[in-house]
């Protein structure tokens, strides 16, 4: 079975501050963690992905996302948040150990405010 | 190289009503993928499509199918359309079965439902 949680409905930054997007998952083998980005009347867009090896992942944008395995966490960071960055931020995770079709969260809004 | 294509963008139906949404996959991708996006549930898993065949499902009611060509082309019928079916209806292609591997979706701009 797998899981992904994105505990917060929207997150508020400063532009030129650090951005942070919280994801924790739960699963039974390794998890395989995804980010996707949506703009307004867009589809998803691929961020970054975590399969293995190290634990800070590089994506997109200037995107990275941390993998903590003891906290069972993957969240999504910026050093230094754009207001072209607001958009729906989707967590998601599949279960490496089973077949499964990747479960999303519910997904995270950010708003850069200028 | 040309992304994933949906169509219509945008159309509205009532209720009872059926409905038949297109997606064109990436040209080399196999597997095609269809989710339902609402802004309480989020993103819905509904089916998945490789080589003309559904190879796996979500759990929604009968009334939402699929089907894909032989030239990946994928499309989804929604019967005896309910208010609750007013949402965006996301397509996203890979170049294999998403329960293999960590394959990276594609996504189409989605095509957005309203059943009135």
């Known amino acids: 079975a797998q899981s992904v949680a994105q505990p917060e409905d929207q997150v508020n930054v400063a532009e030129g501050n650090p951005l942070t997007v919280k994801c924790t998952y739960s699963?039974?083998?390794?998890?395989?963690l995804f980010w996707y980005v949506q703009y307004p009347n867009r589809g998803l867009q691929f961020l970054l992905k975590y399969i293995t090896g190290d634990n800070l992942v590089k994506g997109s944008y200037g995107f990275e996302a941390e993998f903590n395995k003891s906290q069972t966490s993957f969240h999504l960071k910026k050093p230094s948040a754009l207001v072209s960055d607001s958009a729906l931020y989707f967590c998601?995770?599949?279960?490496?150990?089973?077949?499964?079709?990747?479960?999303f969260g519910r997904g995270t809004s950010l708003i850069v405010h200028p | 190289k040309a992304g994933v294509t949906q169509t219509p963008r945008y159309l509205i139906k009532t209720r009872g009503q059926q409905v038949t949404l297109s997606c064109s996959p990436i040209s080399g991708h196999r597997s095609v993928s269809w989710y339902q996006q609402t802004p309480g549930q989020g993103l819905q898993f509904l089916f998945e499509?490789?080589?003309?065949?559904?190879?796996n499902k979500g759990n929604f009611p009968g009334r939402f199918s699929g089907r894909q060509f032989s030239n990946s082309r994928s499309e989804m019928n929604v019967s005896t359309l309910e208010l609750g079916d007013s949402a965006l209806y996301l397509c996203a292609s890979s170049l294999t079965l998403q329960t293999s591997g960590a394959n990276v979706l594609t996504f189409g701009a989605g095509s957005r439902l309203t059943v009135l």
């Open positions: 998601a995770v599949r279960d490496g150990g089973g077949s499964y079709i990747p479960t």
């Open positions: 699963v039974s083998g390794n998890p395989y």
């Open positions: 499509y490789f080589s003309e065949t559904q190879r």
